[in-house]
């Protein structure tokens, strides 16, 4: 499901809802540049903050665990570039946009297997690499196989 954040600098927000239950996983894509200095949050005492020069990297791509209770633990936090040269700016706008849209719909392509627990959806959820899908999804919005996402790594939670 797509939301709206009234945040400075949000993009995109999407957020998945398993039928069996469970905690639900959010997707946000926050542009750079909009952000500059702003201190995000704190996770478990390191504070998540934007410096004030990214250059070149262009968008902040978070991937959360949401628990029922409202608590949250993420997955993942990168600085990625989403626009590397192109030249034409409606296409540098909106291929970020596409490529998290299409991150999104991954899990609806997940099957669970009922007789295999390892096969779980939530159990392959927890094995995606949201990273790698963003990269495969900019590099066929932007028409640039060897587009580099130069990512940096803000917060890695495994577990």
């Known amino acids: 499901m797509r939301l709206e954040r009234s945040i400075k600098g949000g993009i995109s927000t999407y957020r998945i809802v398993p039928l069996q239950g469970g905690f639900d996983y959010l997707i946000t894509l926050d542009y750079l540049p909009d ?15 934007i410096p004030a020069n990214t250059y070149p990297l262009t968008h902040r791509f978070a991937v959360w665990r949401v628990f029922p209770n409202g608590s949250s633990n993420p997955i993942g936090i990168w600085d990625v570039d989403l626009e590397g040269f192109c030249q034409n700016s409606s296409l540098r706008e909106l291929a970020p946009r596409r490529a998290v849209a299409g991150v999104a719909l991954v899990p609806l392509s ?44 803000i917060l890695h939670n495994a577990s």
């Open 35 to 49: 952000l500059h200095g702003e201190v995000l949050g704190e996770f478990q005492g390191t504070i998540i903050e």
């Open 110 to 153: 997940l099957i669970a297997s009922f007789k295999n627990p390892s096969l779980s959806w939530q159990n392959q959820m927890e094995r995606v690499d949201w990273l790698g899908l963003l990269k495969q999804r900019i590099q066929g919005e932007l028409q640039n196989p060897n587009h580099n996402l130069k990512a940096c790594i």
